[in-house]
Each structure stands twice: as C-alpha cells, then as structure tokens.
C-alpha cells in the first residue's frame, strides 16, 4: 500500500516512519510519501491560505495551491492499458463523516490512499467538489472534538489501517478479537503475578476450561459495553445468553 499525505507540517507526520508503521515501511508492505504543500506555491511568501468569502474568522486553503499539488500527486489513467492507479483521497476534517473501524478494513484493501491535511478553517470546498469528478473521496472525522489540523487525524487512520495489513502485526490470530470487530468493547486482562497489592486474578482465568473463560470474557464485554457505549449493544449481535446477563 502507498500513503501519501500533503500538509503545511511534514515534521508532524514523522511518527508514520516510527515503531509499528515504521517496520512496515521498512519491511516494503507500506511506502510513504510526505509532501509540503509549499511546494506548490509560486509567490514568495509561500502562503497557501487566504480570507473567506462572505466574512468571518480565521483562514481558508486557496483551492489554486491545492489543485496543483492533487494534480502532481494523482496518476492520471494509462491512455493505452487502461490502468488506473487513482488513489482513494482522504480529507480529515471535523465536519466528516466519522471514522471508524469499518473504514480502517475497506481502506485496508485500497492500494493508494491520499491524505489532504487541511489547516485553519479547512480547505475551499471546490478542491473536494473537482476532485470528486475523478477519484473516490472522503471527508472522515475522527471524533467529536476539534483539532488544530488534519495531521493527528493522519496519524490515526494511517494506524488504524496498517495494522490491519497482513504481516504488520505477525504472531497474532486474527483481528476478530478486536474491540468492535464484533461490535463490543474488550474486556479486561491480566498476565502474571496471580496476586499483585493484594488484588487477585479472576479464578475463572485460571480454571483451564475454555468454555467457561470465553463466556466469562463475553459477559465482561457485554458488562463494560453496556456501561461505557449503551449505543453499541442496539447494533451488536446477541444471543440468548447474552440478553440474560444484559437483563440481570
Ligand atoms: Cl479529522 N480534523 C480536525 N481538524 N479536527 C478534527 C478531526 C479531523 N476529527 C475530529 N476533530
């Protein structure tokens, strides 16, 4: 997979070159590419934003700026093979729709994601609105908070996807155990010692009966879900043991 991202702060995304998302650069299952809007300006202050249109606080990216760069950084489809190597452009904004773990798997299986950091009061909407016509693009929000710039929001997609590749996290059975794969939340764990400041691991973990464990983790998922995301459990998927423990 290539990520591309293209942001006013290239010294913010460093950590994509660091720990998990390092090695997965380094073992060639991801290339990336960071890109300084900058770039693309022509005037001597470099400035890549402008006031808005119809009043009001605060900057917006000029879409001249923008569309250079897209137009640099997008492969134009093979006249003659017909390959089209169009990537998938992410544009991270509070406004998005929100992000989540659904999102990470259908990324996962893109070959080519864009990522377009928009800073101030984000990017002048006809950027988005062109770049429609000729490739797939999302407007994603990580959260219901606001951040400063799209590159923190890169950060964590970015995360949330690699990890999904195949061979970045080695050793590991699978992502069904994930939180959310089934729609709930994880459950606690322990590891050893047994008893630490007096407070003991749950016996049942210690039982050696599979059966009574898996359905001891399911209950402490269903428990913390219920507590922590009540809005979860309308889309998960419950049996009848599960809507028990949830009626006690
Ligand atoms: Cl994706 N960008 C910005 N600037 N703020 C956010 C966000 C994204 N998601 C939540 N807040």
Request: hydrophobic share 40%; with cysteine; charged share 30%.
């Amino acid at each position: 997979m290539r990520l591309d991202v293209v942001t006013v702060f290239p010294e913010y995304l460093a950590p994509l070159r660091l720990a998990l998302l390092g090695r997965a650069v380094d073992r060639g299952i991801v290339e990336v590419g960071i890109h300084d809007l900058r770039d693309w300006t022509h005037d001597v202050h470099r400035s890549v934003d402008d006031t808005p249109f119809g009043g009001g606080p605060g900057m917006v990216m000029r879409p001249t700026v923008w569309g250079e760069a897209l137009d640099d950084l997008v492969p134009v489809p093979h006249p003659d093979t017909g390959d089209d190597d169009r990537p998938l452009l992410i544009v991270p904004t509070p406004a998005g729709r929100p992000f989540t773990q659904s999102d990470a798997h259908r990324y996962a299986r893109r070959r080519h994601l864009l990522f377009a950091c928009g800073r101030y009061e984000g990017i002048d909407q006809r950027v988005v609105d062109e770049a429609s016509e000729t490739m797939d693009v999302e407007e994603v929000s990580i959260g219901d908070y606001v951040l400063i710039g799209g590159e923190v929001a890169v950060l964590v997609i970015a995360e949330a996807v690699v990890r999904l590749l195949p061979g970045v996290l080695g050793n590991r059975r699978s992502h069904e155990e994930d939180s959310f794969s089934d729609g709930l939340l994880e459950g606690p764990s322990y590891t050893r010692p047994e008893v630490w400041r007096d407070r003991a691991v749950p016996e049942v973990l210690k039982s050696g009966n599979h059966a009574r464990i898996d359905r001891w983790r399911r209950d402490q998922s269903l428990r913390r879900t219920a507590e922590r995301r009540p809005e979860l459990l309308a889309r998960a998927e419950l049996d009848t043991p599960d809507l028990a423990l949830l009626a006690e």
